[in-house]
């Protein structure tokens, strides 16, 4: 019987917080009516990249990151927790 996957619960919380980055990546990228594959040759990153980011991975790099949303006309915005904006 095979055994479940080790999972890091910081690795699932990370991907918990990344889901709202990734739903707003998919939803973008679908309302500009581009693929996956289309949207990683705009950004200059592999396709496994934009599937990683909008499946909400936390291994995706900022730079692809930033990258992507630069293509899709969206900004990247950090600042302290409980800012309430």
């Known amino acids: 019987m ?8 910081a690795s699932r919380l990370a991907m918990h917080e990344n889901a709202g980055i990734a739903m707003v990546v998919a939803k973008r990228r679908r309302a500009l009516g581009l693929t996956q594959e289309m949207l990683a040759d705009l950004a200059d990153v592999s396709r496994s990249t934009v599937q990683a980011l909008e499946y909400g991975s936390p291994s995706v790099r900022l730079g692809a990151l930033t990258a ?18």
């Open 68 to 85: 992507v949303a630069d293509v899709l006309g969206l900004a990247v915005d950090v600042r302290p927790k409980g800012d309430g904006r």
């Open 2 to 9: 095979a055994r479940p996957r080790n999972t890091n619960p």
